[in-house]
């Protein structure tokens, strides 16, 4: 079965405002949009992390412009979107991590939500935006830990500071859509995505992070919570779902400026120590075991109901679970072998695109 294909025709030469551009999703989707042939600026601060993958797939050489800067730094978002002059812009810059917040949780609201409302403000000072994409997270939703996965029409919640912060910047979003933005032909909408996985991930506190430096530094992985289950996907799906709805805000409008979740079938909301056993599976020498500490509270059950971008978008998942593992190892090997990170990182992009739905 064949899947919409993301509309290079479309994306060539349109002006793209990319915040979070030096993180691990900004960064592949910087690179897909170059791919494409976009003109992207970046607004983000320098890579949390090193080694990071802006930098090892060298993610910003073809980049129109790259701003350095806090996204909690109104007046420089502001100038730098107006230098920019885009027609469409995704909102990727944030504190991405629950442990994180617990630890900062002034820190991630700031970012996160008086972040989300620097972004709009300067939206609303831009006058060639025509799309908005805001990305929030899966833990959005208030969690009930129940079996059902989660439509986009589910109260908004969170237990922890990270996943209230999205919550309300869902309500945000919301807010300056229906007050100011839908007014001004500007079609704007959300995007809820599950676990992402893939190669270039060094943030902490990940399971599949956390498990390459274990192996390269031969150590055990150490495993917090091994029944919680994830919707765990490549990052590839979620993005490509970012792309089809920005190319249907544009076009088609009001019709568009809605919630979607872009999460992976029903089968690949996994355990993390179904996630777990295949890894070391896949790495002769390695293994696990459970952190015997007290726990901070993290969901436990949470699954996503895509079926509205099934059916409106006509997007689905490509890879299956099993493939985003390999293909994540696989990058991962390749960098450790010291090969062209970005040719690489490119090549798994255009084999993304030639998949055919579920392989």
């Known amino acids: 079965m064949e899947g919409v294909e993301v509309t290079q025709d479309f994306w060539c030469s349109k002006r793209v405002f990319l915040t979070g551009h030096t993180g ?3 960064g592949w989707l910087s690179l897909w949009l170059q791919d494409l042939g976009a003109e992207v ?4 601060l320098n890579p949390s992390t090193e080694p990071n993958l802006f930098t090892v797939a060298n993610a910003g050489m073809g980049m129109a412009s790259s701003t350095i800067a806090d996204i909690r730094d109104a007046s420089a978002l502001a100038e730098a979107m107006q230098i920019a002059q885009p027609d469409i812009v995704f909102h990727l810059a944030a504190q991405p991590l629950v442990r994180h917040s617990y630890a900062e949780p002034a820190e991630t609201y700031a970012i996160n939500v008086m972040g989300t409302v620097n972004l709009f403000e300067a939206v609303r000072k831009t006058s060639t935006v025509r799309a908005v994409v805001n990305v929030t997270t899966d833990k959005c939703y208030e969690n009930r830990e129940w079996v059902w996965p989660y439509r986009e029409n589910e109260p ?6 990270y996943s209230s912060s999205k919550g309300c910047a869902e309500l945000v979003t919301a807010a300056y859509r229906r007050s100011f933005l839908q007014q001004s032909g500007v079609a704007v909408a959300s995007a809820r995505a599950g676990n992402v996985i893939g190669g270039g991930d060094w943030a902490p506190d990940r399971l599949i992070p956390d498990f390459l430096r274990a192996i390269d530094a031969g150590q055990s992985l150490v495993v917090r919570c091994p029944n ?7 990052v590839l799906e979620p993005l490509s779902g970012y792309l089809t709805l920005a190319e249907r805000l544009f076009i088609g409008g009001s019709i ?26 896949a790495a002769p020498g390695a293994s696990w075991r459970l952190d015997q500490n007290p726990q901070l509270h993290e969901a436990n059950y949470l699954k996503l109901d895509s079926s509205k971008a099934r059916a409106q978008l006509g997007w689905q ?8 593992l ?13 090969e062209d990170m970005h040719q690489y990182t490119l090549a798994q992009i255009a084999v993304y695109q030639t998949t055919t739905l579920a392989a």
């Open 24 to 26: 691990f999703k900004g």
């Open 41 to 44: 600026h970046g607004y983000a």
């Open 156 to 161: 908004m919640g969170g237990h922890d500071p």
């Open 228 to 234: 919680a289950i994830r919707p765990w996907q490549h």
């Open 256 to 281: 568009f400026t809605e919630a979607w979740n872009f999460g992976p079938a029903d089968e690949d909301a996994r355990t993390v120590s179904w996630i777990v056993e295949r890894l070391v599976a």
């Open 317 to 324: 998942a490509r890879w299956k679970l099993q493939a985003a």
């Open 326 to 338: 390999e293909r994540t190892l696989e990058w991962h090997g390749c960098w450790r072998g010291g």
